[in-house]
């Protein structure tokens, strides 16, 4: 842990009626057009919190609104968190970037297609550049698939042992650090991060992170279930309520999900999907990579995380423009990535809802929260809310 300081930042709440109207706007819209159920959004700058509303419902058939405490299931918005805690095992050399991944996993051995067995490194999971990839990327006839691996969504009471062992079981895609695949390398890294201190990944997450900066309602399981939002999918007329194995189209086939998987603690601890957490809280974890890491990493391992690790490597071919860091994307190019957001932006969002993002140059901090898929994440929505938050800064 970072000692230079011991306490997380301190946001101000200092609303701004620019952005209040402009926001207000975009997620007034999104509701009444059913595009989302509901959300918590908050936008920080320069230390304040400048926008912050819970608006529509978190259980729509209870007629629970949506509150600033509001818990959701994070899904991918777990990646930085687990990076983050990976990392200050680095920091303190109990771990090593460049470590082989079987140096902690013994058993995880997965061969390239010709029966070759590469090294993969802690690098390699973090940069999502080991040649793994996720069910979801896939088409239900491909090797994930036939293999059961989950993605850290579904399978309730499915061990982390046995997951390893099903994705040992099918080729990898490409040789370790030649090209990017997002994947289950996050949970793989949850495994030997579990191996490293010899703790469950709820306690080292805990200790590295959660802890350090008091996000209190954020972890692997959720004590206050009448906090948790429902979680919904898109649908034609109104976002429909998920159930467990819902399988929500996700090109180039279907996303599985399992809502009360988060309530089965035989289910492994997911470190790429499956933590829940509040808004609140997550804003404090950007606002302290923001300002410098304490009291959680140093700053020059913050300038790490938050630079393109993957060199000229493509995150997805349809949103040229980004790189990726450890722990989410980073911003390259804003005149290819087609955005208003500054060169160095780092972003990323989560499959139940979510997206978030830093622009250090605004000194800019965004969560948006929702509880309805794909539209929160990769929707009208969260477009919309980032141009409303850039035409309502200071001219």
Known sequence: MNTEAASSPKLTYSPSPRFEREIDNVIDTALALNRIVGAVVLV???????????????????????????????????????????????????????????????????????????VITVRHLLTHTAGLTYGFKQASDRTYHQAKVSDGLDQPGLSMTENLQRICSVPLLFPPGSSFQYSIAIDVLGAVLERVSGKPLPEVTAALVSGPLK???????????????????????????????????????????????????????????????????????????????????????VDAMTTNQIGDYLIDPEKPGWGFGFGGSVLADPAVAQTPQSKGTYAWGGAYGHTWFVDPQLELSVVAFTNTTPEGMGGIFPLALRDAIYRSLPG
Not at 241 to 248: G, K, S
Not at 261 to 282: C, E, K, Q, V
């Open 44 to 118: 920080a700058q320069r230390g304040d919190i400048v926008y912050r509303r819970a608006a529509g419902f978190a259980d729509r058939e209870s007629r629970r609104p949506m509150r600033p405490d509001t818990i959701f299931r994070l899904a991918s918005v777990s990646k930085p968190i687990v990076s983050v805690a990976a990392l200050a095992l680095i920091e303190q050399a109990k771990l090593g970037l460049d470590d082989p991944v079987t140096k902690w996993l013994p058993e995880f051995r997965p061969r390239l297609s010709d029966g070759s067995e590469p």
């Open 215 to 301: 996000l209190n309602d954020t972890g692997f399981s959720v004590e206050d279930r009448d906090r948790l939002a429902a979680a919904y999918m898109d649908a034609p007329l109104i976002p429909a309520r998920m159930q467990d194995n819902q399988l929500v189209p996700n090109p180039p086939d279907l996303l599985s999900f399992s809502p009360n998987r988060i309530f089965n603690s035989a289910s492994f601890p997911s470190g790429g999907t499956g933590m829940a957490g509040t808004a609140t809280d997550f804003v404090v974890l950007l606002e302290t990579l923001r300002t410098g890491g304490s009291p959680v990493l140093k700053q020059k391992t």
